[in-house]
């Protein structure tokens, strides 16, 4: 069993961990993560985990093919898997005679009880101040560029989180020192699928999406939990076709697209593309935020200079000075 990133703050494994891929077999448990958390890692697992350092897919593979014995399957849970991250785990196993299976079910899941709730609190709206373009002008552009593509697709799905807070310009604070939110988005030339934590949204946001109206510039707000039996549906109509970004979208949705003449792929989508190319008012901002924290490390600078001879300070104690003049 494959487990990755979300996952990994069962009790027994390091906490506040947010990089990292976990193999549990019958017999045994291993844990990949960078040097951030070797120190971490080796102090509050226990002595059934393995900490292993080379945190890349082929030696995560050598290890499966160590462990599992020929024929086997190893089973992965495909919403913490993209299309690309189960590719390059094929190509490192399919000369092995072992294979990576998608299950219907987490089992970390099943067994995690006490699992911490999604943070309190409502999305919010990027201020008019630091936005060139409207959700909706962006919601136009990309819907071009949907329109003009050769291969005719009738929709894009979008799974990376950066994804759809860009295109609607919202935030969320659902992942601790990110500004994203758990959500999918379903675009079609004339709909609009926005899937998040439904009570997340406030009735000033419902005003700001268009939630309560059917046009193809109002946001049909779902429940982040029915993503995949809303794209079954989209996918069983006749003549449509969904243009996915193979290294973000998840491997559960993307298994949903058959046949594969209703499927188009492209590393990225033309969100993630579009984004990219940052126009004037995000290029101002974007300076304006560096000099603001150019201050505030020259300040840091300057006090570490000061205090550190005394020996009093660590590394917490100064990252919340720094913090402090970041104000």
């Known amino acids: 069993m494959i487990i990755v990133e979300a996952d990994l703050s069962l009790t027994q494994l390091p906490s506040r961990l947010s990089s990292g891929t976990a193999v549990v077999t019958r017999t045994k448990a291993a844990?990949?993560?960078?040097s951030r958390y070797w120190i971490?890692?080796?102090?509050?697992?226990?002595?059934?985990?393995?900490l292993e350092k080379d945190v890349s897919i082929g030696s995560i593979a050598e290890w499966l093919i160590s462990e599992v014995p020929p024929g086997g399957e190893i089973g992965f849970d495909s919403?913490?898997?993209?299309?690309k991250t189960q590719e390059d785990y094929n190509l490192h196993l399919d000369s092995s005679n072992r294979s990576i299976k998608s299950i219907p079910d987490n089992l970390v899941d099943k067994v995690w009880k006490d699992r911490p709730?999604?943070?309190?609190?409502h999305l919010s709206r990027l201020p008019d101040r630091v936005i060139q373009r409207s959700w909706q002008m962006k919601v136009e552009h990309i819907r071009n560029q949907i329109r003009d593509n050769p291969y005719e697709p009738t929709a894009l799905l979008l799974s990376a989180l950066d994804e759809t807070a860009w295109l609607f310009n919202l935030r969320g604070n659902d992942i601790p020192y990110n500004p994203f939110f758990y959500s999918y988005t379903l675009l079609t030339m004339d709909e609009i699928w926005l899937f998040l934590h439904l009570d997340r949204v406030s009735e000033d946001l419902k005003v700001y999406l268009n939630a309560s109206c059917g046009g193809s510039l109002c946001v049909q707000l779902k429940s982040y939990e029915t993503v995949r039996d809303h794209l079954k549906k989209y996918v069983a109509k006749p003549g449509v076709k969904v243009w996915i970004g193979t290294e973000y979208t998840n491997y559960a949705l993307y298994e949903i697209i058959t046949?594969?003449?209703?499927?188009?792929t492209s590393s990225y989508s033309p969100v993630l593309t579009t984004k990219a190319v940052k126009d004037e008012t995000e290029q101002r901002i974007l300076r304006d935020a560096h000099v603001r924290d150019a201050v505030a490390v020259i300040?840091?600078?300057m006090w570490l200079e000061k205090a550190v001879p005394e020996g009093k300070e660590t590394e917490l104690t100064a990252a919340h000075y720094v913090n402090t003049c970041r104000g």
């Open 259 to 264: 046949p594969q003449e209703k499927l188009m």
């Open 117 to 121: 709730p999604v943070p309190p609190g």
């Open 40 to 50: 971490q890692a080796e102090r509050q697992m226990d002595c059934n985990w393995e």
């Open 31 to 34: 844990l990949w993560t960078d």
């Open 299 to 301: 300040q840091l600078l």
């Open 79 to 83: 919403f913490l898997f993209s299309l």
